[in-house]
């Protein structure tokens, strides 16, 4: 791992939370202030943050003095700092580049700028390898997102992986139900290829600086030794809230614990980790897949998305819950 990656990293993570401590109360004058500085800075984005996630990042201890909330000004800079990044990755812009990379190499975007035909090409090519994906719930409403190891490249695009992670979270997060603002992961690591530190770094960057306070848990199952050296890699770097939220288990343990916090308990469970929800059924090999329209796009994102959505409005049906 290059130092300057590093040291890069560092940067990133320096204001470390207060892990615990007391919920505050945010008034909804201040919310609405939070709200109109978004939507003076971030015209085109502002939206992707909702209230319960903005009272949840408002409303905890200030670092410097965990007796106090933290200031106003303190959460605001915060929140702008995400949306910068958000702005500097593009992430705004994910959605459009599926949209052209399932459309035709003719299209009139995609003849006029073909360097952005490139950029939307590649980020389907690392979508269809149904490495990761979000599928159901938790009882808590939290999504899942599924990440399998032995369908990743040994040779990743890593700025292609990258911009799928960004698109792929954000959907998840704007499928959430309402009062629900982080996802949990659970990773199948039977077959992981081999360590990439750049995609290993970016990734940690993503969580950090464009989803903090996003991931509720991570857990991984089986343990192998790649996956033991990549965590001692990682875990030194991690600010400690974020690395007592990765859970290192055997098939076992994780099928425990699917049961316990999926919404609808051993049926959730996927084949992959013995049970007999056929995830390949929605989200197969590439080989199996089928393209989506006129492009190069084979994963089914955008059922994926209606799923969650539709997983979002029973789960608040269930739970008596509504969005604004």
């Known amino acids: 791992m290059a130092d300057e990656q590093v040291d890069e990293f560092k940067d990133a993570v320096e204001d ?19 709200r109109a500085e978004l939507a003076s800075e971030f015209p085109d984005d502002y939206e992707y943050m909702s209230d319960d996630y903005i009272l949840s990042v408002a409303s905890k201890p200030f670092s410097k003095d965990p007796t106090v909330r933290r200031p106003l000004e303190y959460s605001q800079q915060k929140l702008n700092d995400v949306m910068k990044w958000r702005e500097g990755e593009g992430a705004v812009d994910m959605p459009d580049l599926v949209k052209l990379a399932n459309g035709p190499e003719s299209a009139a975007e995609a003849v006029e700028n073909p360097e952005r035909l490139v950029t939307a090409k590649a980020l389907a090519t690392s979508l269809n390898t149904g490495s990761i994906y979000f599928h159901g ?16 490249p040994w040779y990743p695009d890593v700025d292609a992986d990258v911009n799928a992670l960004i698109l792929l979270a954000d959907a998840g997060i704007r499928c959430m139900p309402k009062g629900v603002t982080d996802f949990v992961v659970v990773a199948d690591s039977s077959s992981p290829p081999p360590p990439n530190p750049n995609f290993m770094i970016k990734m940690l960057k993503a969580l950090v600086k464009g989803y903090p306070d996003r991931l509720a848990l991570l857990c991984s199952a089986p343990v192998s030794s790649i996956i033991q050296f990549v965590m001692s890699l990682l875990l030194p770097l991690m600010p400690g809230r974020l690395a007592s939220k990765v859970v290192l288990m055997d098939i076992d343990q994780v099928k425990t614990k699917l049961v316990e916090m999926m919404e609808n308990g051993a049926d959730d469970i996927p084949n992959f980790f013995g049970g007999t929800c056929n995830h390949d059924a929605l989200y197969p090999d590439e080989g199996k897949s089928p393209n989506r329209g006129e492009g190069n796009l084979k994963f089914d994102y955008y059922g994926m998305v209606e799923r969650l959505e539709q997983a979002s409005a029973a789960w608040e049906a269930k739970h008596g819950t509504t969005k604004d």
């Open 137 to 152: 719930l938790t009882k808590e409403g939290k999504p899942v997102m599924w990440i399998r190891t032995n369908r990743k």
């Open 16 to 34: 470390e939370e207060v892990e615990g401590g007391d919920v505050f109360h945010v008034t909804k004058e201040e919310l609405s202030i939070i």
